[in-house]
């Protein structure tokens, strides 16, 4: 399945094929879950802090994500726990 | 150690300034910072003092890390009673001010009644004396004000902290602003000072600071950042700065849009991080223009930003033409989104004005956007507006305001007593985006539970900075359990708040690396267990002052449109700050009563009774 990922507030990390703003696609086996998306990005050292996750707009916690389905033309924006600003 | 035992009281009604031995029992209890300064403000004024009046006074404090090399160990507080929300406020500032003041020998400076002409304080290590301000910096700006201090004392390395014009007229969310561009920001401290008559604090020192134990103090310091230089969080500051912050809430919903009508704003990718890194037409230069650091700080996450040379704001005023303090998170939200303004160049102006004059940007921004729903809504009219369109989106009215605001001229005297004044006079006090009476931070309550109840008890007002529910409220939008993470992050923040460090570091550090640090820089045993406790004890203690004040359980709530309004879109679309789900949970996790008062067996536990 093809899944749409939007990175936010993530530069200068970029994956390949990936757009300026962070937008970029993400193909998986079907019955892939939201953890395997996180993890097969490859994101940065989380020291200190961990990615939040929207799966079609919608909040998923971090200890939700496996088991978390996920459908062919899901949308999943992935950002940092920036704590204030 | 770390401490140099001594604080400086300067008595502006009899002109005299003379040193005084710190209270070591308050410090073991109370730490530095906001916990001390609070501790010696609830000593020495009544609750119900008017904030601007001479019976109120002003403090100046440092913590134990402030003038050390433990990273960005530069912070110092301001402690007063407010004059925005008449509670107690705690404004917090960075830059170089705070370690040249604790380089100069002094821990603390407690500033009391009123000068019967405006002066300035020149501190040079034990050299204390009150200058006359008037015919040299009474009417200057900020920029002006430390230029002309460092002039005339030959001495450029002077540290100066002062009010802008807008602090001289009163405006309710003046600034103490310092090294131009850094501010104790929020709650009108500002205007305190000026309320006192006194433009400035200078200060040059060489003291150094002691330690008490400088091996293991250069150890542990060196190895928190270790932890904190390599971090993804550290990198983030730095490279994008905390304007990184703005995707973030757009893509979440948490966005606060046109005075809190919308939580996702559509012209978000003309005032973001990218738009301010994306050169211009005009000069082939980038609003931003670099990042600057302030006291020891390995972080460094301050924007610099230069304006379009052919914009319109900046037309014949050369002081705004060079490069100046950038938009930071707070600030591009207040004058941005909330306003609907998607011209970045007058974003940026805007921003610098309050920086020159000496206005905190977010309740500037804030009070601006619910002015300009009381123009729409036919409340305020373009005779307040000197025949302007004050409607969203107005970059030109934006402008203006930041102009007649600090100067306090026609309708800018107006919007400088804040959104709740405003409203309350134009007669939709539902406009007014407030708690206690200061200004939404660029966080709307409705997708961010967490941050409704940090708002709602907020000792200061609306504040993002005394709770930190960031990471659950970024995962969860229901209010279960938020009460827990509240109310244990509001004590882990003010001990925080008492340290010296900036409060980014908690991005990265953990409450026992700053628990270390303080231990090797203090005698005394200074464990996590012990620090939360200070935190806890300073919280309530703030909450004491301001129930001393008259506020009660009733001032913990929010605007009606955040409780009645649902989100339009974003993660939490459809739903309302649901305050009364978390309340009595928070409460009764406090040790508070059903009506906000801390029990008696609380503040026996925690040496307030």
Avoid at chain 1, 65 to 75: F, I, Q, S, V
Avoid at chain 2, 39 to 46: F, H, M, N, P, R
Avoid at chain 2, 374 to 390: I, P
């Amino acid at each position: 399945m093809k899944l749409t990922i939007k990175l936010i507030s993530m530069d200068p990390f970029q994956p390949a094929g990936f757009d300026a703003n962070g937008v970029g696609s993400l193909v998986l086996p079907d019955g892939a879950d939201l953890e395997q998306a996180v993890t097969a990005l490859k994101l940065p050292d989380d020291v200190g802090e961990a990615y939040m996750t929207l799966l079609n707009e919608s909040p998923v916690p971090i200890a939700d994500r496996a088991g978390k389905r996920l459908e062919d033309g899901d949308e999943i924006t992935v950002f940092p726990a920036i704590k204030g600003g | 150690m770390a401490w140099h035992g001594k604080l400086l009281r300067v008595n502006l009604t009899e002109g005299t300034c003379a040193a005084e031995a710190l209270n070591e029992e308050w410090v073991a209890d109370y730490l530095g910072q906001r916990g001390l300064g609070s501790k010696y403000l609830s000593e020495e004024v009544d609750p119900k003092t008017d904030p601007l009046g001479p019976g109120n006074k002003l403090i100046f404090v440092t913590g134990p890390l402030t003038g050390t090399c433990a990273s960005t160990g530069g912070r110092y507080s301001v402690i007063t009673k407010g004059p925005l929300t008449g509670t107690i406020a705690c404004s917090n500032s960075g830059g170089q001010w705070g370690g040249e003041f604790k380089l100069a020998g002094w821990d603390m400076l407690i500033l009391e009644g009123r000068a019967a002409k405006p002066v300035y304080l020149m501190i040079a290590d034990d050299r204390t004396e009150l200058l006359d301000a008037e015919g040299f910096i009474w009417g200057e700006s900020v920029w002006d004000t430390e230029y002309a201090i460092k002039a005339r004392h030959q001495d450029p390395l002077i540290r100066v902290a002062a009010i802008g014009v807008a602090g001289e007229t009163l405006a309710r969310f003046a600034c103490i602003m310092n090294d131009r561009d850094r501010a104790a920001g929020r709650s009108g401290v500002g205007a305190v000072m000026g309320s006192k008559n006194l433009k400035a604090v200078a200060v040059r020192g060489t003291r150094g600071v002691k330690v008490d134990d400088p091996k293991r103090f250069l150890d542990v310091t060196r190895q928190k950042r270790e932890i904190l230089d390599p971090s993804p969080a550290r990198a983030r500051y730095t490279g994008l700065g905390t304007m990184a912050m703005m995707d973030v809430t757009q893509a979440h919903g948490s966005l606060p849009t046109l005075n809190c009508r919308e939580v996702q704003f559509d012209g978000v990718a003309e005032v973001n991080v990218r738009k301010q890194h994306t050169p211009r037409k005009s000069d082939g230069q980038a609003p931003y223009q670099g990042a600057k650091a302030c006291f020891a700080c390995s972080i460094g996450c301050g924007r610099m930003a230069k304006i379009d040379p052919d914009h319109f704001s900046i037309k014949g005023k050369p002081q705004h033409q060079g490069v100046t303090g950038g938009l930071e998170y707070e600030s591009a939200y207040a004058v941005g989104p909330m306003c609907g303004v998607t011209d970045v160049e007058a974003a940026t102006y805007a921003s610098a004005v309050c920086n020159e004059q000496g206005m905190d940007p977010i309740s500037f921004g804030a009070t601006v956007a619910a002015a300009m729903e009381l123009f729409e809504a036919g409340a305020v009219t373009t005779a307040e507006t000197e025949g302007r369109d004050f409607s969203f989106g107005n970059a030109e009215a934006l402008v203006w305001a930041a102009e007649v605001t600090g100067t306090a001229q026609g309708f800018g005297k107006e919007l400088g007593q804040g959104a709740k004044r405003l409203c309350d006079k134009y007669g939709r006090p539902e406009f007014a985006m407030v708690v206690k009476g200061q200004e939404f931070p660029g966080y709307d309550p409705r997708a961010m539970q967490g941050m409704a109840l940090g708002y709602a008890t907020s000792n200061r007002g609306a504040c993002h900075l005394k709770a930190s529910p960031f990471q659950d409220d970024f995962q969860r939008v229901t209010p279960d359990g938020k009460a827990k993470i509240v109310k244990d992050s509001q004590d882990y923040v003010a001990a925080v708040d008492s340290s010296g460090p900036c409060t980014f570091t908690k991005a990265v550090w953990q409450i026992a690396d700053y628990a270390d640090q303080i231990d090797a820089a203090c005698a005394g045993d200074w464990t996590v267990e012990r620090l939360l406790e200070v935190g806890e004890r300073v919280f309530n203690l703030e909450r004491l002052f301001n129930n001393g004040a008259g506020f009660t359980a009733a001032d913990d709530t929010l605007p009606k449109r955040v409780l009645t309004e649902p989100a339009k879109g974003g993660a939490g679309k459809g739903r309302v700050a649901e305050l009364d789900k978390m309340l009595p949970e928070y409460y009764d996790l406090r040790g508070w009563t059903p009506d906000g008062e801390p029990t008696t067996q609380t503040l026996q536990r925690l040496g307030l009774a």
